[in-house]
């Protein structure tokens, strides 16, 4: 049974950092798509970040410049290094995998089969 775990949200100041971990298990390796997804308060999910293996990510316009994916193939594991936190960046995190997505869906919410539950991440001005 495949099984996303995010870990490593809390509190920061604005202008604050934080490293976002999602651990897969249940698989021999990573999927060859993965996302990062948020949900901030009252509003839909919405794509952050995707990577399909041997290809550059897709990042969100509004994260670009101060948000990093990478993955860790031997432990099975997403990373999203998120650098310079504003407010407007409280939200719950999700990351999500895939099998096979082509690259135009990897920001679409609806495209990803697996998901975690989620870490909350809140930013104070």
């Known amino acids: 049974q495949v099984k996303l775990e995010e870990s490593g949200g809390g509190s920061v100041k604005a202008g604050g950092s934080l490293t976002l971990s999602c651990t897969v298990s249940g698989v021999d390796r990573l999927h060859d798509c993965l996302g990062w997804f948020r949900q901030r308060p009252g509003q839909g999910r919405e794509g952050v970040v995707g990577?399909?293996?041997?290809?550059?990510?897709v990042y969100a316009d509004f994260v670009k410049g101060r948000f990093t994916i990478s993955r860790n193939t031997a432990e099975n594991t997403l990373y999203l290094q998120m650098n310079d936190l504003q407010p407007e960046d409280t939200a719950m995190y999700y990351c999500a995998a895939d099998t096979s997505l082509a690259r135009s869906l990897l920001l679409t919410p609806a495209a990803y089969m697996y998901w975690g539950q989620g870490t909350r991440v809140s930013v104070s001005s």
């Open positions: 990577i399909r293996v041997d290809e550059d990510a």
